[in-house]
Each structure stands twice: as C-alpha cells, then as structure tokens.
Nanobody, 128 residues
Framework: QVRLVESGGGLVQAGESLRLSCTAFGKTLADYYMGWFRQSPGKDREGVSCISWTGQTTHYADSVKGRFTISRDNRKNTLYLQMNTLKPEDTATYYC?????????????????????RGQGTQVTVSS
C-alpha cells in the first residue's frame, strides 16, 4: 500500500510563492507518472500538472503555465510543485496523485480518478 503525504501549503498574499511537496511511503514511485490536482469548494477537481516517471516530460493546465513548475526526485520518492506569482484564484486544496505507467495520458487533466494513489491534500490560500 502506498501513502502519499503532501506538505507546504499555507496562506500567502497574491504574487508570492509556495513550494508543495508530496512524499510517498510504502513503495518506490519510480515506475509511476504523477500529478497535482486541486479543488476548491463548489468546483470540480482540476488538473494542475503532470510529470512522467523520469521527470523529463511535464504538462500544465493553461491556468498555471509559466507560473508553476512540477518536478520529482525519485531517490527521495518525492514530488514537488513550485508555485510562483500566486493568484487568489489558485486558492484550493492541492492533491498529489500517482499512477503506474511511464507517461501522462493526453487527457490527464480530466483523469484524476484514474490515478491509483492520492494524498489527503494540503490547503493553499492566496489573499488579494
């Protein structure tokens, strides 16, 4: 069984940065592609970013392109999301997820339910 634990969330002002981390326990995630999703009250879960198992291929939602950077360190079994120039609309609970496979599927943004493992989430709040 794999347990994903997110950290790094918090309350920041618009324009500031946060770095989220997601550490896996129980299994190495070197054979998994991984993603970040977010959800705010009253809204559907939204795909934020996805990264291949080697970290060489990354994908981003249009809403975060140029501001967020996904990365991973397979030696540490950890996934990261560097979030810069945060906006109030980025406020949400952020979840990391992992699915067995090498590359993110083309429709990864809409496939959060296909990721086998998901963390409990970390809250990000951006004030204006």
């Amino acid at each position: 069984q794999v347990r994903l634990v997110e950290s790094g969330g918090g309350l920041v002002q618009a324009g500031e940065s946060l770095r989220l981390s997601c550490t896996a326990f129980g299994k190495t995630l070197a054979d998994y592609y991984m993603g970040w999703f977010r959800q705010s009250p009253g809204k559907d879960r939204e795909g934020v970013s996805c990264i291949s198992w080697t970290g060489q291929t990354t994908h981003y939602a249009d809403s975060v392109k140029g501001r967020f950077t996904i990365s991973r360190d397979n030696r540490k079994n950890t996934l990261y999301l560097q979030m810069n120039t945060l906006k109030p609309e980025d406020t949400a609970t952020y979840y990391c997820a992992a699915q067995l496979g090498t590359l993110c599927p083309t429709d990864w943004e809409k496939k959060s339910s296909d990721f086998r493992y998901r963390g409990q989430g970390t809250q990000v709040t951006v004030s204006s």
